[in-house]
């Protein structure tokens, strides 16, 4: 029963099934044209030019006889006959063509003895009807023969039509086949290495290519979750290491009953504070990089330059001295997202370029330069790297994720992010995203 329903038993079953019924279409129509061909040549026999005066003339004498071998009955329009032979038994069709001549009456009928025959109503004189008529046996036992043998080939043609839509589907479905095997070992192996052989550029070829870009795709997420797990393990170690030690130490002061002095205890719970407000932070930051491409705020249209304003006022709150020059810009993201992206590199900036931090949009375009050393041009390919810190910002606090959130935030909101060198020292950040001028939405 499964292997009934299997695509292939399917295929198989409707390939067969058209292929019969045009041959099947085909003989049928084969039938009936040779039906009417003989039917039309046997009426060409009937109408051949005879003159019937003498048949009403054998009548009124009384004769008898079958002078033609058929059938041959003259109709009065009292409904009286005459015939030679079989009389032929005439329908309201032969009657009606005395009273309103017209052209001859072809039909299928039969004489008084029930043989079948085929009638040609003709006009004789006014007020007679010539009925002649000639055997349909000849005629249908040829047909029955050619009914017979259009069977048998319907028949044949069917069984070979059936090993043809088997082999056709065999050779349709062997990329399916190959595709569904790739399928299962992935599902049983969880080996998303595995590729299908692409050949050709129909629909089966470019599903083999979707399958493999969606292996690829999955692979990549699988293994940057991995990455993110093993940094993240690594980055917590040293809080978490320290948090540990720092708080080992209070344990045994407490329970020695050798308590620390006052100035030491306070800057040890000082730095268990620092370490508990490090680890938040980069807890925080680790849930907002673990978002899924569609596990984001819902996006509506927003004002940029609003969102560069209230991340600038977040900044001064910590201490940064930001100068602005905005211009308007509306796009379509997320604002939350898109405010800490700005703030992170606001703070970025702050940290790494001390004195103030410029900040302007323009025509879609936002810059935060600093005025700092810059970075140098070998790093500057990884400045976007997840937990990738220079080396010389290394002993200042952070996770090394800030710069990986704007990217992704970015992203959401169909953007781009790079940093560059500024002329005159110091590092230009430069974010574009597609957007209207406040003038444009009007």
Known sequence: ???????????????????????????????VVAEKQMLRTLDQTILEPDDPRWLKDHCQKGGTGDPFGDSVTLLGADGSTCSLGKPIVPT????ALLAHPGDPVFRNGQTTDGR??????????????????????????????????????TALGALGAAWAGLAIS?????????????VEHIAQTQD????????????????????????????????????????????????????????????????????LEPGAK???????????????????????????????????????????????ERARLRGAEVSTDLGEWYVFGGAASLERAVLNLIDNAAKFGPGQVDVVLRDGTLTVRDHGPGIP????????????????????PGSGLGLAIVAQSVAESGGRVRLDNAQGGGVMATVEIPGKSHAALR
């Not at 390939?15 to 129509?29: G, N």
């Not at 109503?121 to 008529?133: D, K």
């Open 1 to 31: 029963m499964r292997r009934f329903g299997s695509l292939r038993s399917r295929l198989t079953l409707l390939v067969t099934t058209a292929v019969v019924v045009a041959i099947a279409a085909c003989a049928m129509m084969s039938w």
């Open 92 to 95: 309201e069709e032969d009657k």
């Open 116 to 153: 079948a025959v085929r009638v040609v109503t003709t006009n004789f004189a006014p007020g007679v009807a010539v009925l002649e008529s000639r055997p349909l046996n000849h005629v249908r036992g040829s047909l029955r023969q050619m009914a017979l043998g259009l069977a048998a080939l």
């Open 170 to 182: 065999r050779a349709a479905l062997a990329p399916v086949g190959r595709l569904t095997k790739a």
């Open 192 to 259: 998303l290495s595995t590729r299908i052989p692409v050949q050709g550029t129909d629909e089966i070829a470019r599903l083999s290519s979707s399958f493999n870009a969606m292996t690829t795709a999955l692979a990549g997420s699988r293994d940057r979750q991995r990455q993110l797990v093993a940094d993240a393990g690594h980055e917590l170690r040293t809080p978490l290491t320290t948090l540990r030690t720092n708080i080992d130490l209070l344990l045994r002061s407490e329970q020695t009953g050798r308590s």
């Open 266 to 312: 306070k800057r040890l719970l000082v730095n268990v504070k620092a370490q508990f407000a490090e680890l938040s932070t980069l807890v925080g930051d680790l849930l907002q990089l673990a978002r899924g491409d569609t596990d984001h705020e819902p996006h509506a249209e927003l004002g940029l330059h609003d969102v560069v304003r209230a991340a600038v």
């Open 377 to 396: 041009e070998e790093e500057l390919p990884h400045v976007f790297d997840r937990f990738w810190r220079s080396p010389s910002a290394r002993a200042l």
